[in-house]
């Protein structure tokens, strides 16, 4: 978990991230941090129950109607990254291994030890308690190649 190489992996090879929380509302850090990822050519699938949608994408009330929606497109969601408190972490970490989505992001101060271990058991490349936007901005400002 949080080996510099996964996140350079992650930073390098994805291109979908279903955003777990992520809000409409300016000034929030999962709208300021997914915006921030989209400029740097991400594409950010929202997936919370309570809004329409987010910096110009449909949201979606759950991971299985992100997927299903990315998938008829003929793309995949490679990586799965979490605005939400703690305790909300295990179902979500339930919904990406039977997804089989290979990449799960807990944000700074989302941390849950055991549901990270799920993950990482069934073979998913996990970062916890990091920023993704921090990360990016280590590795370089500059859009992806």
Known sequence: ??????IREILE????????GLTD????ASYGVSRFMQSQGYRIVPV???IESSLGE???ADLDAACEAVAAEGGRVELVNVFRAPEHVPEVVKDVIRLKIPY???QEGVVHDEAAGWAE???I???MDRCILKERMAAGWGSRG
């Open 104 to 106: 799960l992001w807990l």
């Open 25 to 28: 509302r300016e000034g929030r």
């Open 1 to 6: 978990m949080n080996e510099p190489e996964t």
């Open 125 to 127: 490349k996990v970062v």
């Open 48 to 50: 919370n129950p309570k």
């Open 13 to 20: 090879r994805v291109r979908t991230i279903a955003v777990v």
């Open 121 to 123: 058991a069934a073979g």
């Open 58 to 60: 449909r949201a979606y």
